[in-house]
């Protein structure tokens, strides 16, 4: 009695010579015919396609950045040209005032945190 897969997939029009399997016959193809690697083998190939994937990553990686960076450098620029521009010289040393009293604010309230764990 032939199998499903072997009267669809088997050689011969269809027909297997003994009544194996489509897979049988493709496991003793692969078994007589092809040298099965060693563990020390799969290992090296496996740290090969890791080291080729990461390479291979890396370069699309710096591929998207270099095509990416010079956008950045410009719309910094556009944005540091139009604060300076909306700033006049007043303004802005009363806007670094206002920064410089925010973070002092903050680090002392961070090294009042921090006195308060010590003790």
Same mark, same amino acid.
């Given at each position: 009695?032939?199998?499903?897969?072997?009267?669809?997939?088997?050689?011969?029009?269809?027909?297997?010579?003994?009544?194996?399997?489509?897979?049988?016959?493709?496991?003793?193809?692969?078994?007589?015919?092809?040298?099965?690697?060693?563990?020390?083998?799969?290992?090296?190939?496996?740290?090969?396609?890791? /080291?080729?994937?990461?390479? @291979?990553?890396? $370069?699309? +990686? #710096? &591929? !998207?950045?270099?095509?990416?960076? =010079? /956008?950045?450098?410009?719309? @910094?620029?556009? $944005?540091? +040209? #139009? &604060? !300076?521009?909306?700033?006049?010289? =007043?303004?802005?040393?009363?806007?670094?005032?206002?920064?410089?009293?925010?973070?002092?604010?903050?680090?002392?309230?961070?090294?009042?945190?921090?006195?308060?764990?010590?003790?």
């Amino acid at each position: 009695m032939e199998s499903k897969n072997c009267k669809w997939f088997g050689p011969n029009d269809g027909h297997c010579r003994d009544g194996s399997s489509v897979g049988a016959l493709f496991h003793n193809f692969i078994n007589n015919n092809v040298s099965t690697p060693f563990e020390m083998g799969e290992l090296v190939g496996y740290v090969l396609l890791l /080291v080729i994937s990461w390479y @291979a990553l890396i $370069f699309a +990686f #710096r &591929f !998207l950045l270099s095509l990416v960076k =010079p /956008v950045l450098i410009v719309l @910094a620029a556009l $944005f540091l +040209f #139009r &604060f !300076l521009r909306t700033f006049g010289g =007043p303004e802005m040393t009363d806007l670094f005032t206002q920064i410089a009293s925010l973070i002092m604010s903050g680090v002392s309230k961070a090294v009042e945190l921090f006195m308060l764990l010590l003790q």
